[in-house]
């Protein structure tokens, strides 16, 4: 610690002329941060009792980036409690197409390591719930992430160039991505998750820098989806880039009335803006499928929609059901190789 003006601080009182926190009977609020601090031995925990809960008016914490903010620290565990991040007045704001605040992340670690969440629930987060970014080594174990289906950019779980990160036996329903991957994710480990309402579980989107680092060694294991607008996908901008997706493996997935449950899209491009006629860049390959099963609420039930640049390569398919309607489901493949071994239906599209 060098010149630090507040080398440990937990903030839990910052309210400007005492205005726009008013305390509604449980514990408010208003902003946290830790900074530069390493805990060894012993490491630091925090326990949460009750609930902590934002400013309900959005402009306290919506334009601040994060809530509940941990900036390179190594060794913290936050153990229980509720975090409420009151966002339902900032999602009707954003629905309603006026100018408003990004909304805070409710919780983020930056550019740290050993991490713990355990038993942590977070619920209405003005944006993502929870951030892992930068970081090394983090267990988030037996995460409750709650958020109504239409609440915007409510991540449950945001995860970006971090490595050794273990999501496990957590329970997330958002209005947006489960869980989502950014760029330079390496050694991810998601098992025993139940997903929706939400977006499914996403790496991406990937490819809108041109320099971009690449995602690898994900692991997605034992995980339910529920009536969620995609299981597991892939998403890439139709944009030029040097990152890649390999070495992903989903295994023993079920899939409950999933609008996609099995989709690489390697051409988002939202309202044709910033990529008109390009292609991914994005290389993605060694991707496998392992017993995966369940209901479409779609006809295409898998799909891969890969670069017309840079195709797909080394999909796996093995031991994969989904019905549409109680019938076997549909494919559709764009440029895209691979495999597949046991029962595959739908019928495999993809050429060898
Ligand atoms: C892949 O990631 C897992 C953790 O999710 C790790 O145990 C394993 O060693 C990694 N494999 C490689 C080849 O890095």
Redesign the pocket.
Known sequence: MVNVENPIIVEQNYCPDDQNCHNQGRYLLCTATLAVQSFKNPALTLHIDGTLVAPSNYNVIGNSGTWINFQRVTGVSVIGGTLDGQGANLWACKNSGKSCPTGATTLAFYNSKNIMINGLSSINSQKFHILVYGSQNAKLVGVKVSAPGNSPNTDGIHVEKST???IMNSKIGTGDDCISIGPGT????IENVACGPGHGISIGSLGWELQEPGV????VKSATFTGTQNGVRVKTWARPSKGFVK?VLYQHLVMVNVENPIIIDQNYCPNHQNCPHQVSGVKISDITYQDIHGSSATEIAMKFDCSKGNPCSDINLEDVKLTYKNEPAHSSCINADGKTSGLVQPNNCLYN
């Open positions: 050794g990160v273990t390496s050694n991810l480990w690898q060694n994900v692991t070495y």
